[in-house]
């Protein structure tokens, strides 16, 4: 019995021997997570920001909590904030936790988002057009306390308080470009939106009456308003009968004519004569009056201010006379085409016979022009005596002829004119200062000595049996009358 008590107790101790042999486990340490540290937001825009902060040794998740909201869950050291509003303050902070432990809240950081841009004004349009005004409008933009309009690339941009602008002083029939953009500016904002889109619009043309007239009167009132110039009334008539249409009557100041020197046709000068009350030469002076008439009476008037009138001589025809005169209702434009009559007691437009004269003497010039040689026929003695008892004489006949042609003044027809052509005679010129000398074709009344410029028609030579006979069937130009004659002499 005793063995087996010693057995038993050996036993007991080697067991309890191995059971001491063996390590003791340790106890695990409490976990403990620090406050996330330098927070930051980035990317901030009007309803969104990213915000970062540095990882934290131990955490598995955040939690985000922004405002004093509830708590947003993060799975990374990272959170894209969404829906926030545009100009607004937001305050934020982070926690880091791992199961059931959880750090401290971080600092607050704070972030603002900004202000919606303005919107680009839309609608943009231009109504009540005229020939110079326009309204320009658009649609009014939220939060705007103003507008800038831009006019054709005007870097001075017109500052205006609503949503649409008067403009004023544009030129008829012109398109301009223009834009818009808001503006914003108080206390805490001052800033502009996009410029919108360009638009574009067109002023309207300026009406225009445009007239036919038919019917000329004039009169020369010689040298009454200076002695530098020469004045002529002139009206014009729509309708021949003058009961009705337009009608136009207007003082024309001219260059002046010396009679007493060269008494030449009563011609108005060409030019433009443009309205002004200077009374200087090529001006129109004096008050213009611009009529509508209806069966005889005067419906309507408008007196005229400023505008040209152009008038062209045509030695043969008469004038072409137009008009370009801004009035109240527009332009108005009239063109008249034919003779003015232009009358004068000392002057007689009528047809004049010279009769027939004789041949004083011819000089030949050779290689006078390129490839022209020249005649000139001298006139003696007066002619025809009219009924009045005076007569009529010519002072030169230049006849152009090819060159190398002697002997005597080819047979045919002579063009009068300016140009030194074959085959022409020299026409006399309303602006020749009378030198006794190359004075070319001129028709001497020989009682007063009168000299008029035969300007166009014809001189035509015939050989009758060894003897000239030359016809002359002339016009003075702008109406100044018709001049027919005959010279006689022998083939030298």
Not at 71 to 85: V, W
Not at 227 to 238: K, P
Request: aromatic residues 10%; contains cysteine; proline residues 4%.
């Amino acid at each position: 019995m005793k063995k087996l008590l010693k057995l038993a107790g050996f036993c007991a101790l080697v067991i309890g021997l191995a059971v001491s042999c063996e390590k003791t486990p340790e106890t695990p340490e409490p976990l403990n997570l620090t406050a996330p540290v330098n927070l930051a937001s980035s990317g901030v825009t009007t309803t969104g920001a990213t915000l970062t902060w540095d990882a934290v040794e131990g955490a598995e998740r955040y939690n985000v909590r922004i405002n004093d909201g509830d708590p947003i869950l993060a799975t990374s050291n990272t959170y894209a904030a969404a829906e926030l509003s545009p100009e607004s303050d937001y305050t934020w902070a982070v926690q880091a936790f791992t199961g059931d432990v959880y750090s401290e809240w971080s600092a607050d950081a704070t972030f603002s988002t900004p202000a919606s841009p303005l919107e680009v004004p839309t609608n943009l349009a231009a109504t009540e057009k005229t020939q110079t005004t326009a309204t320009l409008t658009w649609d009014i933009v939220e939060r705007a306390t103003g507008y800038e309009v831009r006019i054709d690339d005007n870097e001075q941009f017109i500052p205006v308080a609503e949503n649409s602008y008067d403009l004023t002083d544009l030129t008829a029939e012109t398109q301009y470009t223009w834009t818009v953009r808001a503006i914003e500016k108080n206390e805490t904002m001052d800033r502009a939106s996009e410029w919108a889109d360009e638009a574009t619009f067109t002023t309207l043309p300026i009406p225009v009456t445009e007239v036919t007239f038919t019917k000329a009167v004039g009169t020369d009132n010689g040298t009454e308003i200076s002695a530098d110039t020469n004045n002529f009334l002139v009206e014009l008539f729509e309708s021949d009968a003058e009961s009705d249409g337009y009608r136009i009557s207007f003082d024309l100041v001219s260059p002046k004519v010396d009679r007493d020197v060269f008494l030449q046709y009563l011609g108005i000068p060409n030019g433009d004569y443009n309205l002004a009350d200077t009374r200087a030469p090529y001006t129109v002076t004096g008050k213009t009056v611009l009529e509508l008439v209806a069966d005889g009476d005067v419906a309507d008037s408008w007196e005229i201010t400023e505008g040209t009138f152009n008038i062209i001589g045509v030695y043969s025809e008469g004038y072409v006379v137009t008009v370009e005169l801004p009035y109240q209702e527009g332009i108005f434009r009239g063109t008249y085409e034919g003779k003015i009559d232009v009358t004068n007691g000392n002057y007689d437009a009528t047809v004049k016979n010279m009769g027939t004269m004789e041949i004083a003497g011819i000089a030949y010039k050779s290689a006078a022009y390129a490839g022209v040689d020249t005649y000139t026929l001298t006139v003696t003695g007066e002619g025809q005596i009219d009924g009045n008892g005076s007569g009529w004489s010519i002072l030169e006949v230049p006849f152009n002829v090819a060159a190398g042609v002697e002997g005597n003044i080819p047979e045919g027809k002579y063009t009068i004119t300016g140009d030194n052509a074959v085959n022409t005679v020299r026409a006399g010129y309303r602006d020749m200062v009378y030198t006794g000398q190359n004075i070319a074709l001129q028709a001497v009344q020989t009682s007063n000595n009168a000299l008029y410029a035969i300007g166009s028609g014809s001189v035509t030579v015939t050989h009758v049996d060894g003897n000239y006979q030359i016809v002359i069937d002339g016009e003075v130009p702008y109406g100044g009358g018709r001049y027919i004659g005959t010279i006689t002499g022998a083939i030298e």
